[in-house]
Nanobody
Framework: QVQLVESGGGSVQAGGSLALSCSVS????????MGWARQAPGKQRELVAV???????NYVDSVKGRFTISRDNAKNTVYLQMNSLKPEDTAVYYC????????????WGQGTQVTVSS
């Protein structure tokens, strides 16, 4: 089992910044990718940033140049730095972990609310 706990959400004005953290615990071996997804009310959940164990990153087009995903292996923590926030970034943000050990496994945190006012 893998446990993910997000923190750092809040309310900011457009153009502001927030930094999200995801603490990872449990059976963390064989995790090959960490990432962040978001979901606004009435909309589908979308992946916004992914970081693989080899260091590759991917971002959804709408956040490229504004969001940065990173990790601190010593602290078992993944971060999402969000700059130049826009109202359309308002959503619940979820941390996720992907494993492949005798099959694909996916884990999700409970989410943290990010609200950006115009």
């Amino acid at each position: 089992q893998v446990q993910l706990v997000e923190s750092g959400g809040g309310s900011v004005q457009a153009g502001g910044s927030l930094a999200l953290s995801c603490s990872v615990s449990g059976s963390i071996f064989s995790i090959y990718a960490m990432g962040w997804a978001r979901q606004a009310p009435g909309k589908q959940r979308e992946l916004v940033a992914v970081l693989t164990s080899s260091g590759r990153t991917n971002y959804v087009d709408s956040v490229k140049g504004r969001f940065t995903i990173s990790r601190d292996n010593a602290k078992n923590t993944v971060y999402l730095q969000m700059n130049s926030l826009k109202p359309e970034d308002t959503a619940v943000y979820y941390c996720h972990a992907d494993k492949y050990v005798a099959g694909y496994q996916e884990y999700w945190g409970q989410g943290t609310q990010v609200t950006v006012s115009s």
